[in-house]
Protein backbone atom coordinates (compact mmCIF):
# COMPACT_ATOMS: atom_id res chain seq x y z
CA UNK A 1 0.00 0.00 0.00
CA UNK A 2 1.00 3.54 -1.02
CA UNK A 3 2.94 5.19 1.71
CA UNK A 4 1.10 8.75 0.49
CA UNK A 5 -1.87 9.52 3.11
CA UNK A 6 -3.44 11.18 -0.42
CA UNK A 7 -3.29 7.93 -2.47
CA UNK A 8 -4.73 6.45 1.17
CA UNK A 9 -7.87 8.73 1.26
CA UNK A 10 -9.07 7.75 -2.57
CA UNK A 11 -7.09 10.64 -3.96
CA UNK A 12 -8.50 13.74 -5.39
CA UNK A 13 -11.67 12.14 -6.03
CA UNK A 14 -11.91 10.21 -2.58
CA UNK A 15 -10.89 13.32 -0.62
CA UNK A 16 -13.26 15.77 -2.73
CA UNK A 17 -16.22 13.08 -1.47
CA UNK A 18 -14.57 13.03 2.39
CA UNK A 19 -14.15 17.02 2.43
CA UNK A 20 -17.97 17.57 1.09
CA UNK A 21 -19.25 15.01 3.82
CA UNK A 22 -17.59 17.13 6.18
CA UNK A 23 -18.56 20.53 5.17
CA UNK A 24 -22.25 18.68 5.26
CA UNK A 25 -21.48 17.77 8.63
CA UNK A 26 -20.29 21.13 10.28
CA UNK A 27 -23.96 22.86 8.56
CA UNK A 28 -25.34 20.25 10.36
CA UNK A 29 -23.61 20.31 13.30
CA UNK A 30 -25.91 22.82 15.84
CA UNK A 31 -22.73 23.50 17.92
CA UNK A 32 -21.20 25.09 14.90
CA UNK A 33 -23.55 25.50 12.09
CA UNK A 34 -24.05 29.39 12.35
CA UNK A 35 -20.54 29.93 11.34
CA UNK A 36 -20.89 27.94 8.41
CA UNK A 37 -23.87 29.61 7.17
CA UNK A 38 -22.77 32.89 7.86
CA UNK A 39 -19.43 32.60 5.86
CA UNK A 40 -18.90 34.59 3.01
CA UNK A 41 -18.07 31.71 0.96
CA UNK A 42 -20.88 29.93 -0.16
CA UNK A 43 -21.31 26.32 0.56
CA UNK A 44 -19.17 25.20 -2.79
CA UNK A 45 -16.87 27.20 -1.83
CA UNK A 46 -16.35 25.78 1.19
CA UNK A 47 -16.03 22.25 -0.02
CA UNK A 48 -14.10 23.35 -2.48
CA UNK A 49 -11.15 25.65 -0.37
CA UNK A 50 -11.47 22.53 2.17
CA UNK A 51 -10.84 19.76 -0.54
CA UNK A 52 -7.91 21.17 -2.06
CA UNK A 53 -6.67 22.53 0.94
CA UNK A 54 -6.70 18.38 2.26
CA UNK A 55 -5.20 17.17 -1.21
CA UNK A 56 -1.98 19.65 -0.64
CA UNK A 57 -1.92 18.80 2.96
CA UNK A 58 -2.17 14.66 2.86
CA UNK A 59 0.70 14.58 0.08
CA UNK A 60 -1.30 15.12 -3.24
CA UNK A 61 -0.25 18.15 -6.45
CA UNK A 62 -0.21 21.59 -5.11
CA UNK A 63 -3.66 23.14 -5.90
CA UNK A 64 -4.85 24.79 -2.74
CA UNK A 65 -4.52 28.75 -4.15
CA UNK A 66 -6.77 29.96 -0.54
CA UNK A 67 -5.49 31.79 2.49
CA UNK A 68 -3.05 30.01 5.00
CA UNK A 69 -5.05 28.81 7.95
CA UNK A 70 -4.64 32.09 10.46
CA UNK A 71 -5.26 34.39 7.45
CA UNK A 72 -8.42 32.65 7.29
CA UNK A 73 -9.53 32.38 10.36
CA UNK A 74 -8.30 35.78 12.33
CA UNK A 75 -10.51 37.62 14.04
CA UNK A 76 -13.46 35.00 14.36
CA UNK A 77 -12.81 33.90 18.07
CA UNK A 78 -12.64 30.43 17.69
CA UNK A 79 -13.27 28.15 20.57
CA UNK A 80 -11.41 24.95 21.69
CA UNK A 81 -14.97 23.86 21.94
CA UNK A 82 -15.46 24.61 18.02
CA UNK A 83 -12.33 22.89 17.59
CA UNK A 84 -12.97 19.76 18.62
CA UNK A 85 -16.51 19.78 17.22
CA UNK A 86 -15.13 20.30 13.42
CA UNK A 87 -12.41 17.12 14.34
CA UNK A 88 -15.61 15.22 15.35
CA UNK A 89 -17.67 16.05 11.82
CA UNK A 90 -14.08 15.19 10.01
CA UNK A 91 -14.13 11.78 11.94
CA UNK A 92 -17.24 11.85 10.57
CA UNK A 93 -16.84 11.86 6.94
CA UNK A 94 -14.25 9.76 7.55
CA UNK A 95 -15.50 7.17 8.48
CA UNK A 96 -18.84 7.40 6.23
CA UNK A 97 -16.20 6.75 3.30
CA UNK A 98 -14.78 3.96 5.23
CA UNK A 99 -11.23 5.38 5.53
CA UNK A 100 -9.54 3.25 8.29
CA UNK A 101 -7.86 3.47 11.56
CA UNK A 102 -4.43 4.44 11.10
CA UNK A 103 -5.40 6.95 7.86
CA UNK A 104 -7.88 8.41 10.77
CA UNK A 105 -5.67 8.87 13.12
CA UNK A 106 -2.99 10.67 11.03
CA UNK A 107 -5.63 13.03 9.37
CA UNK A 108 -6.45 13.73 13.06
CA UNK A 109 -3.13 14.52 14.32
CA UNK A 110 -2.30 16.35 10.93
CA UNK A 111 -5.49 18.48 12.14
CA UNK A 112 -4.86 18.68 15.47
CA UNK A 113 -1.46 20.49 15.02
CA UNK A 114 -3.08 22.92 13.43
CA UNK A 115 -4.92 24.29 16.75
CA UNK A 116 -2.78 27.32 17.40
CA UNK A 117 -3.26 28.69 13.86
CA UNK A 118 -7.28 28.81 14.41
CA UNK A 119 -8.32 28.94 17.44
CA UNK A 120 -8.65 32.37 19.87
CA UNK A 121 -6.19 33.73 16.92
C1 LIG B 1 -7.87 22.01 11.71
C2 LIG B 1 -9.05 22.63 11.62
C3 LIG B 1 -9.45 23.50 10.45
C4 LIG B 1 -8.97 23.52 9.17
C5 LIG B 1 -7.87 22.67 8.55
C6 LIG B 1 -9.73 24.54 8.46
C7 LIG B 1 -9.56 24.85 7.11
C8 LIG B 1 -10.25 25.80 6.42
C9 LIG B 1 -10.06 26.11 5.01
C10 LIG B 1 -9.06 25.43 4.10
C11 LIG B 1 -10.93 27.08 4.68
C12 LIG B 1 -11.12 27.71 3.28
C13 LIG B 1 -10.20 28.89 3.11
C14 LIG B 1 -10.15 29.42 1.66
O1 LIG B 1 -10.67 28.76 0.75
O2 LIG B 1 -9.55 30.51 1.48
C15 LIG B 1 -11.68 27.41 5.89
C16 LIG B 1 -12.68 28.34 5.97
C17 LIG B 1 -13.48 28.52 7.07
N1 LIG B 1 -13.34 27.96 8.31
FE1 LIG B 1 -11.94 26.60 8.84
N2 LIG B 1 -10.63 25.11 9.31
C18 LIG B 1 -10.50 24.51 10.54
C19 LIG B 1 -11.22 24.80 11.68
C20 LIG B 1 -12.28 25.66 11.73
C21 LIG B 1 -13.12 25.87 12.90
C22 LIG B 1 -12.92 25.20 14.27
C23 LIG B 1 -14.09 26.76 12.55
C24 LIG B 1 -15.23 27.31 13.37
C25 LIG B 1 -16.11 26.52 13.95
C26 LIG B 1 -13.84 27.13 11.15
C27 LIG B 1 -14.59 28.02 10.43
C28 LIG B 1 -14.36 28.37 9.12
C29 LIG B 1 -15.22 29.27 8.36
C30 LIG B 1 -16.49 29.96 8.89
C31 LIG B 1 -14.67 29.38 7.07
C32 LIG B 1 -15.21 30.20 5.89
C33 LIG B 1 -14.69 31.59 5.95
C34 LIG B 1 -15.46 32.50 4.99
O3 LIG B 1 -15.42 32.27 3.78
O4 LIG B 1 -16.13 33.42 5.48
N3 LIG B 1 -12.73 26.45 10.70
N4 LIG B 1 -11.24 26.61 6.93
Redesign the pocket.
Known sequence: MSEILYERLGGTEGITKIASDAVDFHLANPR?AT??QN???SVE??KH??AT?FIVGTGGPSVYK??D?MG??RG?N?SNT??V??LSDVLEALDKNNIGQREKEEVLYV?FS?KDE?VSV
Request: proline share 0%; net charge neutral.
Open positions: IRFAKAEMGAFGKMTHMIEFEVLMI
